[in-house]
């Protein structure tokens, strides 16, 4: 006796639909036409099943803060640094953590199942880090939930900011975070790089460091983040997240800096949503996306996977744990619209995220985990348009969400009665004009 099937699945890379058999925490079969029992059949009717989603760069611990103490009226960077500064000293490790846990049941009905969380560590007591060990704890059932050790303030610029740190990693908390750009001077910036690079090789811990998320074009830390990953051997240990300077670095120095990334092996993340509210900020016109240059690393074969970065913070009023909404923007934002790059924009919010994160693949097949999310769309494309509503997530075998299909009732003359937004897929080459 199965435990699950799910019938008519359409897989990413599968041409046909197939049906999937799960027993206990495993795949056990697919195929397109599974005999046998199972305690519950789920119809996926043609619809798209994917690996759950991945956010390799969040911060849990400012989440669903929006109104504390006050507004972001201004929606700027520089305010959203002030009004983090006012809120810090008014945190709890019981709000923090029950804001995180909140945060977690909105990923879950969003099949996001695997995150990386930066916490900030610049000051003492780690409130931050005490409340989000308690919170990786409590999710490890159904979320990867990895913690970074962030000095946000900068390493060098406040007084206890390394010493933090590591109190935070004897803590338990499992990647080194930096942010170089944020450094008094370029020089600091470049000494953290390494001080913080030589830390993961001692630790044997990954690394990943906000990097020149910024406008200025001569903000250059990933160049000697590259050069530490060559030199000390940390290759996908290392990311690079953001590094939005290089959408303003001139081309030729791009030409160079880019091999030597993939040379390096380190991966990067750039955040739509957030590169392209915050950068550009203080131009006139034209203004600058601040998106880095995805498709140029691509093709270099720099894993890159987008991140969400925020959601409802000081920072960013919106977001919502929709790595789909990611995906949309970041195909906007770069922009890469062939049918290719929109395909490359989902695989970018599974496949790859889970690679930066270091977790092990998750393409669904047999005798892996039995972790996926049936989607309301027919392929990764019409779901990254559609932003598609996540119908059933399942890890270890588990149904863990179900959320109804967006479907509209209609009152039209001669019309269609209701409608499913999942019905507009493109018109297939064999259909009439
Ligand atoms: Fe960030």
Request: hydrophobic share 40%; net charge negative; charged share 20%.
């Amino acid at each position: 006796m199965l435990d699950i099937i799910i019938r008519q699945a359409n897989l990413p890379t599968q041409e046909r639909a197939l049906d999937i058999a799960i027993k206990g925490d495993r795949i056990v079969d697919i195929s397109p036409k599974i005999a046998g029992d199972a305690h519950e059949e789920i119809n996926a009717d043609g619809r798209l099943v994917s690996p759950p989603f991945t956010d390799p760069h969040f911060h849990m611990d400012a989440t669903l803060s929006l109104g504390l103490p006050r507004m972001n009226v201004s929606g700027t960077l520089l305010e959203g640094i002030a009004l983090w500064g006012e809120l810090k000293p008014l945190l709890t490790q019981e709000a923090i953590a029950e804001r995180a846990l909140r945060y977690c049941d909105l990923a879950v009905s969003q099949g996001l199942l695997s995150i990386r969380s930066h916490v900030d560590v610049s000051t003492a007591p780690l409130v931050g880090v005490e409340a989000m060990l308690q919170v990786r704890k409590q999710v490890a059932p159904y979320i990867d939930l990895q913690l970074v050790a962030f000095p946000q303030d900068g390493l060098y610029r406040t007084k206890d900011a390394e010493e933090n740190l590591i109190r935070a990693l004897d803590m338990g908390v499992d990647v080194i975070g930096g942010i170089p750009h944020f450094e008094r001077t370029m020089a600091d910036g470049a000494k953290s790089v390494t001080r913080l690079a030589e830390l993961a090789a001692e630790r044997g811990l990954k690394l990943d460091l906000h990097c020149d998320e910024s406008d200025d074009p001569m903000s250059r830390h990933v160049e000697t983040l590259a050069y530490e990953t060559t030199r000390l051997g940390l290759g996908g240990h290392v990311t690079a997240s953001h590094v939005t300077a290089m959408h303003s670095y001139d081309n030729y120095y791009a030409t160079k800096l880019i091999p030597l990334i993939a040379e390096s092996g380190m991966n990067v993340v750039p955040n739509p949503l957030i590169n392209i509210t915050l950068q550009g900020r203080s131009d006139t016109y034209p203004r600058r996306r601040g998106l880095t240059r995805v498709p140029e690393l691509r093709a270099a074969g720099v894993n890159v996977a987008f991140g969400q970065d925020c959601t409802m913070d000081p920072w960013y009023s919106l977001g919502s744990a929709d790595m789909l909404e990611v995906a949309h923007m970041g195909v906007h934002a770069v922009p890469m619209t062939s049918r290719e790059a929109i395909e490359w924009a989902f695989t970018s919010v599974t496949l790859n995220g889970a690679q930066a994160m270091g977790l092990p693949d998750p393409t669904i097949r047999v005798g892996g985990p039995a972790n996926m999310v049936l989607l309301q769309a027919q392929n990764p494309i019409e779901a990254v348009r559609m932003k598609a509503t996540r119908l059933v997530v399942i890890k270890n075998g588990k149904v863990l969400a179900r959320t109804a299909p967006r479907t509209a009732k209609l009152n039209l003359p001669d019309r269609p009665t209701s409608l499913d937004p999942a019905d507009y897929a493109p018109a297939s080459n064999t259909s009439a004009n």
